[in-house]
């Protein structure tokens, strides 16, 4: 066809838009008719189940002198903050020492340093957005053909309009970039992303076959193209019939090959439409949403910020806690009442890491468990909150990659020298055991030792 889209007033297409805007990226079963997606040399990979990276953020640090750990395995030692993931100690590795070396040059001390996946330098300039592409979008632009949905960009509090020192606080409520200057859009609706993961990846539902919502999106295309395009385009969609026959009878026939998920509808309700009111909620719905979009292989990545940057959340919620996480929590605290109440919302933050691991830790996957075969990340993009220190990151994994991760480990590299504990060293690793491997990403050309 020689049209533009844009003439046409349809969605952009591609050759696979059919094939993937409309659902058939659900998990189709294997089929001994075609090839095996991930085959080797060595033999086939589809047997395994995929690897899937979640990334939970929060906002302002923690106090240095509770985010520690020590010792390995069963008796690994964690410090005050850490304790919701003492039942977990086996399946973490406690990461010490890495940094960024832009943020610790930015001076800003908040919003420069919002490059905690991205390791590239923020720009300053009221008149240019640039954070840098963030490595769960580099990822999801290699990887993301294979599912649904490419990336699950989630959060809990809007994006802000508002200026902080003359910036804009998109900054502040992104921690997801698909490019050097457009954030990813942040989901904060659990409906919306629950329309999403049950349809075909747009928020339309999967309530009639593939074929017939093809049928009726292709309405729009044919008072506008050729004949014969006409008629390539009915060969395409009898193609698509003969795939849909195709599983049906390798399901009647129990000719089934390869790895599938465990979850072929939701095992959860849909979300009211409405905003959830309650913090702990509102974050329980989005951690139980990512889990269900690994678990039904609808995407494989994922980010969830559980506050945003100079976040006004209010942790009434807490028992002795009140104020606004940003200026009363984290800086305007006497020292006894940030011993009680910093610490309590740093906890608060680590509790929702521990909920998310827990989950994915109780649902088997094959030989193993769904977080066997994940790697979940949290971290911040400051260290000492109060301080606004960059000079180390606070960074937590969980799962063991598919046996790419040994776990019950603490890793210290503050004494590496700068060049061994950048946090694009870590993000170039991570990448590596997803299967998109980089020469360079950020400040780092160099694997992190020792992972």
């Known amino acids: 066809m020689n049209l533009k889209s844009s003439q046409l007033n349809f969605p952009a297409l591609s050759r696979r838009h059919f094939l993937r805007g409309v659902g058939v990226a659900l998990a189709l079963p294997w089929m001994e008719s075609l090839p095996v997606l991930g085959q080797t040399a060595a033999g086939p990979k589809a047997s395994r189940p995929p690897l899937r990276l979640g990334i939970v953020f929060f906002s302002n ?24 993931m003492l039942p977990h100690r086996e399946d973490l590795v406690f990461i010490k020492g890495l940094y960024h070396q832009t943020a610790l040059d930015s001076t800003s001390p908040h919003l420069g340093r919002m490059n905690v996946l991205s390791g590239a330098p923020v720009s300053l300039d009221p008149g240019e957005i640039r954070v ?28 802000e309009l508002r200026l902080e020192d003359g910036l804009s606080m998109i900054y502040g409520a992104s921690l997801s970039w698909l490019s050097p200057t457009k954030p990813a859009t942040k989901e904060i609706y659990p409906a919306r992303t629950f329309d999403r993961l049950v349809g075909d990846g747009t928020g339309r539902k999967l309530d009639r076959s593939i074929l017939d919502e093809v049928r009726r999106d292709s309405q729009s295309l044919k008072p506008r193209i050729s004949r014969s395009d006409g008629a390539k385009l009915e060969e395409y969609l009898e193609s698509i019939r003969d795939i849909e026959k195709r599983i049906e ?12 998920p465990t979850l072929a509808q939701p095992n959860m309700p849909r979300p009211a439409n409405e905003l959830p009111q309650d913090v702990p909620d509102h974050m329980k719905l989005m951690l139980d949403l990512t889990v ?14 559980l506050n945003n940057d100079l976040s006004q959340m209010n942790f009434k919620f807490l028992a002795g806690v ?22 309590k919302t740093n906890q608060f933050h680590l509790a929702q890491f521990a909920y998310l691991t827990q989950r994915m830790k109780e649902i088997k996957e094959g030989e193993g468990t769904l977080l066997d075969n994940s790697i979940l990340m949290l971290a911040s993009s400051l260290f000492d909150g109060d301080a606004h220190s960059a000079d180390q990151l606070p960074i937590l994994l969980a799962g063991k990659g598919g046996g790419s991760l040994r776990t019950g480990r603490v890793l210290d590299y503050l004494e590496a ?27 780092a050309n160099t694997r992190l030792a020792g992972l």
Request: hydrophobic share 45%; with cysteine.
């Open 132 to 159: 840098g592409t963030t490595m769960d979008q580099v990822l999801a632009a290699q990887l993301g053909g294979h599912t649904a949905v490419p990336s699950l960009v989630l959060g809990i509090e809007p994006n």
């Open 322 to 343: 009140h104020g606004a996480l940003h200026l009363d929590l984290t800086h305007n605290l006497r020292a006894a009442d940030k011993e009680a109440m910093y610490l």
């Open 249 to 260: 009878r390798a399901a009647r026939d129990e000719r089934l090959e390869g790895w599938r």
């Open 417 to 443: 020298g700068d060049e061994n504990r950048r946090a694009c060293s870590l993000h170039l690793s991570l990448m590596d055991r997803m299967g998109v491997r980089l020469d360079r990403f950020g400040d």
């Open 292 to 305: 269900l979009a690994f678990q039904m292989d609808k995407s494989r990545i994922a980010t969830l910020m």
């Open 61 to 84: 640090g923690v106090e240095p002198i509770h985010w520690w750990a020590k010792g390995g395995g069963a008796t690994m030692e964690l410090g005050p903050v850490l304790q919701a």
